[in-house]
C-alpha cells in the first residue's frame, strides 16, 4: 500500500554526490554521533534501532534466536488469525500472537523465496478495516507476548511507510515505543523496491530492521499497529532472543550489528503519540551543521 516519501534533510546529505567535500565530514560526524549514543545510552532511551546493511537481507544476522515466518501457521489461507502459538522446534514455545491478518506473499511483503519464481508463502500485516488489507477481516493491532523476557527484537520490514509503530512492554509497562515516520527518508535509495519481487512496489522501502534493549531492559510484550488508515504494517520473519547482544562470546554491545537509526525513547506518560524522535534529533542535528 503506497506512501509518497518524502527526501529529508538527511536523506539528501546521505545522497549527495560523492565529490562534495562535506559528504566526508558528515560521515565522519554520523560515527561520531553513533559512537556517542552506544557509549552515553541516554536513561530514557531502552531500545537501539538498526537495519541491516545489506539491501536484500531478511533475516537477522545474530545467533540463537527464535523466528517465525508465519508460512506453516497459515493453515486455512490469507485470513484473520487468533491465538496463534509461535513454538520454536529448539526452544520450544516462544509465545502467542493475540490476533493477526496474514496476508498471501505479493509485491508487499513475504520474505524467503527466491526471484525468479513464483512468490509463495504469506506475511503478517496490520491495517484498518473496511478497506485495509483484508477489507473487513483487517486486523489493525496484534500484540505479541512472549513467554521469557527478551532483549532482541527483529523483523523485515517491507513495503515500509511512515505510519507503522512498535511498542515494547514490559509487563504491563511500555518501555519503548518507535514511529517509523522518519525511518525511510533515513534509508538509501538502494532499500526501495521489493527485493524479493523484482524489485516492485519501487517507491517503497524494504529493510532488516533491529531493535537492541540497552542497560539490562528487556520486554515481554511487542504490539504492531498502524497509525494510519491508508497503509498497512508489512512484516515478516519476526525475531526474537532472550539474552542481550553481547551475552554470548564473540559478540561486542558497543558494536551492535547493522547501520544506527538511533535510540528508541520510552513512551511519554501522558500521550500515545508515536514517538521517534532520535531520528529527528540526528536529522535535526545535521541540518543545523549544514547551514553553519
Ligand atoms: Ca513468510
Ligand atoms: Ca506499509
Known amino acids: 500500500m503506497k506512501v509518497h516519501r518524502t527526501s529529508s534533510p538527511f536523506s539528501r546529505l546521505l545522497l549527495a554526490p560523492r565529490h562534495q567535500t562535506g559528504r566526508i565530514r558528515v560521515y565522519f560526524w554520523l560515527v561520531l554521533t553513533s559512537a556517542t549514543i552506544l557509549a552515553s545510552q541516554p536513561l ?14 531478511v533475516n537477522s544476522t545474530i545467533s540463537d534466536t527464535a523466528v517465525i515466518d508465519f508460512n506453516a501457521l497459515t493453515t486455512s489461507g490469507a485470513g484473520a488469525y487468533s491465538n496463534v502459538t509461535w513454538t520454536d522446534p529448539t526452544l520450544g514455545n516462544i509465545g502467542t500472537i493475540d490476533q493477526v491478518y496474514m496476508q498471501y506473499a505479493n509485491q508487499y511483503g513475504a520474505a524467503n523465496y527466491t526471484v525468479g519464481t513464483s512468490p509463495t508463502g504469506y506475511y503478517p500485516v496490520q491495517s484498518d478495516p473496511p478497506n485495509g488489507v483484508g477489507y473487513s477481516q483487517a486486523i489493525p493491532v496484534t500484540t505479541l ?7 532482541y527484537f527483529g523483523l523485515w520490514w517491507s513495503a515500509g511507510d511512515a505510519h507503522n509503530v512498535l511498542t515494547f512492554y514490559n509487563g504491563n ?11 525511510p ?15 516492485h512496489d519501487s517507491g517503497e522501502p524494504f529493510a532488516f530492521l533491529n531493535f537492541y534493549a540497552l542497560q539490562g531492559e528487556q520486554f515481554t510484550k511487542v504490539v504492531l499497529s498502524n497509525n494510519s488508515t491508508a497503509t498497512g504494517f508489512e512484516s515478516d520473519n519476526w525475531t526474537v532472543r532472550a539474552k542481550a547482544y553481547g551475552y554470548y562470546p564473540g559478540e561486542d554491545p558497543q558494536n551492535l550489528p547493522g547501520v544506527l537509526v538511533g535510540t528508541v525513547p520510552v513512551p511519554e506518560p501522558s500521550t500515545t503519540t508515536a514517538l521517534g524522535l532520535s531520528a529527528l534529533v540526528i536529522a535535526g542535528a545535521l541540518a543545523s551543521r549544514r547551514r553553519v
Not at 509497562?173 to 525511518?183: E, G, N
Open 145 to 151: 507476548t512472549l513467554s521469557t523476557p527478551s532483549a
Open 173 to 183: 509497562d511500555p518501555i519503548a515505543q518507535y514511529s517509523t515516520t522518519t525511518l
Open 185 to 199: 527518508g533515513l534509508l538509501p535509495d538502494s532499500y526501495f523496491g521489493n527485493p524479493q519481487n523484482y524489485r
Open 44 to 57: 530514557n532511551a531502552t531500545l537501539i534501532l538498526t537495519y541491516a546493511g545489506s539491501t536484500t537481507a
